[in-house]
């Protein structure tokens, strides 16, 4: 956790606390403020939404100007200045301040009494030298002028040691108390010791003011996780006002106790509510608000600033040497962090906005920290808290965020993942009623808790909204893919009520008796949803593969392209055996296919985008199958200019093919043979030319070295000239078997293209 020197000032305040506080006559009242008065709004209000937000409102009444101050945590300032919303019927315009995100070190060194560190009286009133005061004496007396100095006698050295041995040096600090001020007042120039000082006061009133604004934002900023805002209300008269604001909270989650058994079926719903903020809520109006609102942050907080264009004039910036850009670095950070390793060794990789230096820090100090640097840390780590030579006080640390004690928060994907637990069972006698009411609000729900709550910080509740009967029947869920052996008890429910039902877990009981647990989808009113609970182990399930089979229809050709239609049939056995006492209704449930119509049964019990549901009913002790018959047509499409004899062979075999269509197949098959002849002569004689080729390159190689005067070489010659002919010849042969392709293929194109037959 990271220390804050500014925390630490107690023993200031301590110190004054023996001075009345900005320099007021003990026997006499301070004077009243003339500006707004400070009021409290209680939280009111609270509306919980399952996107990770809620909606927080403070109301009250006011009377006259006021200024209504809130602490707020320093990760909420974001949604604040994003959603702040202030109702005021005078209709004045409102004006909001807050604390922006410079340090605390930074804001006190702002004023002009530096309360930075621990400051002793003595220091204070180093700092405001030239400064008129009235000092009061312990004796009573009183000194009024301009203050000076403050001086403090120097340590003492102190030898000791006996005779013959190595001396020991000791400083002695000077005791506390011993600095002289100095006072310059009409009669001249006095001191006076800060021992005997009682009481000091400061002349002039800036000064004074000033003096108590440092003092206030030392005590503002006490929570090191808390920022304060400030909300005017510049009206007149007596009026009720309110803020709201959105902020992060975590999710309200739905919980329901589903009751079977003789009577009605009843729902009862629970909604469990955690209060993380770091105040209680005392009566408190909640409303739950079930949707999918978009909500998103956004960096408002953080000051932006962007570099801009220097211009100069052109007189003078044509005097300027050009300077030549080296390797890219950081824009603002690196130019500012460099300042600060120069400055302050330490600021270098924070620059000017922050990181490890700080504004341009050497430690904790922050500005003017760089002085010191490394060498001597900072003027707390001297002589303050720090530990230093001087440091009376423990340290003192920064109360934390609260909200940071609650852990990460969850990524978009793990909330999207996230599936809530569900609770303990509970008895349904111990089940609390209806306290709620529900509002439509289109896409989303509300539900409004009737009865004020009151939940204390860092507690969470079961909070009632929903105590409904609804329509229910018993059925089992038979899901292949889930458990091939059994099916699951389930119950189909109608939400008759006039409520929507948030998913969440469901704890089934049958009577008294906990049955299972289920997980419940949004139900909108009058909606059916299915529940599965438990095993159904008094029901044992067979489904075999799905067979397909497939018939042949027609056979067609048209403008060259063979059409064989054929009718995809497909079949899905279920079989149940029911060894229980009571009958049972079976819904099973397998994928739907697209481009299938459904033949057996006719009709699907439900069917959902993806899902078609069937009833299989099941009498005590018997067994009942079920078949799924389903079916598509198909049309096949091959083209005639590609077709194989097999294929052409097969096709003509078909008993669904016409004399007309097996006719076009055989003129067809009859045409085929020239143009693969063709085709196989042309490879012949490519063949036969790459043969000649290979012998040449050989010839070539003998020709070279052999005598030209022998024989053999007018052998080699003759035989490589027989060989030339030969190739002139296969090329042209090559040629002219090419340019009759060209007209077979043209012929068969044609040819096939006219074939029409069914």
Known sequence: MRFVPWIVAGGLTFALCALPLFGQPADKPAPTSEGPKAVKLPLTRVVLFNAGFGYFERTGTIDGPSKLALKVNEEDINDLILTLMVNDPSGTARAVTYDNRAPAEITLKAFAIDLTENPSIGNLLHQVRGEKVEITEVSGSTIAGSIVSVTKPEPRVKTSGLPGEESKTTVVPAPEGSEQVGVFTEDGLQTVALAKIKKVKFTKPELQAEFKKALEALANARGAATKSVGVSFPGAGVRKVSVGYVTEAPLWKPTYRLTVGDGAPKIVGLAAVENTTDEDWENVKIKLVSGRPMA??????????????????????????????????????????????????????????????????????????????????????????????????????????????????????????????????????????????????????????????????????????????????????????????????????????????????????????????????????????????????????????????????????????????????????????????????????????????????????????????????????????????????????????????????????????????????????????APRLNEIAIAEEEAALKTINEAQARMRSNLAVADKASDIYKRYLKKFDDQETEIENRQTKIVELNKLKLKLAKEFKEMVAGLNAE
């Open 296 to 673: 998103f942050t956004m960096d408002l907080y953080d000051p932006l600033f962007v570099p801009r264009p220097q211009v100069e004039q052109e007189l003078y910036a044509s005097l300027k040497p050009p300077v030549y850009q080296g390797p890219a670095q950081g824009m603002m950070g690196g130019g500012f962090g460099n300042l600060g390793n120069g400055v302050a060794q330490g600021g270098g990789q924070g620059g000017f906005g922050g990181g490890q230096g700080g504004f341009g820090g050497g430690r904790n100090l922050g500005v003017g920290g760089g002085a010191l640097g490394n060498s001597g840390g900072n003027l707390g780590g001297q002589f303050g808290v720090q530990g230093g030579a001087f440091g009376q006080y423990s340290n003192v640390l920064a109360r934390p965020s609260v909200r940071s004690l609650l852990g990460n928060r969850l990524d978009h994907e793990s909330y999207r993942a996230r599936v809530a637990a569900p609770l303990a069972p509970v008895a349904p006698s111990s089940l609390p009623t209806a306290a709620a009411k529900g509002m439509n609000l289109g896409e989303s729900f509300e539900y409004q808790v009737l009865e004020p709550v009151s939940l204390p910080r860092f507690k969470s509740a079961l909070l009632p909204i929903v105590n409904e009967t609804i329509e229910m029947e018993r059925i089992s869920l038979f899901t292949k893919e889930v458990l091939s052996t059994h099916p699951l008890k389930g119950l189909r429910l109608k939400n008759t009520s006039k409520l929507f039902l948030a998913q969440g877990p469901v704890t089934v009981f049958e009577g008294d008796t906990v049955a299972g647990q289920a997980r419940l989808a949004d139900v909108k009113p009058g909606e059916t949803r299915l529940l599965s609970y438990a095993i159904d182990l008094d029901v044992a399930m067979t489904a075999t593969d799905e067979v397909r089979e497939t018939k042949s229809l027609s056979v067609k050709i048209v403008a060259g392209e063979v059409r064989v239609a054929t009718r995809q049939k497909a079949t899905a056995k279920f079989t149940a055996f029911n060894k229980s006492a009571e009958a049972r209704t079976i819904w099973i449930t397998q994928a739907k296919k697209t481009d299938w119509k459904l033949i057996a049964p006719t009709k699907a019990a439900e069917t959902t985008a993806d899902l078609e549901r069937f009833e299989l009913k099941v009498s005590a002790g018997k067994e009942a199958s079920l078949d799924i018959v389903e079916e598509r047509d198909v049309t096949e499409t091959t083209s005639l200019l590609a077709i194989l004899d097999a294929t052409v062979i097969r096709f003509s075999k078909m008993d669904v093919a016409s004399p007309a269509v097996k006719a076009a197949l055989a003129k067809v098959q009859e045409a085929m043979p």
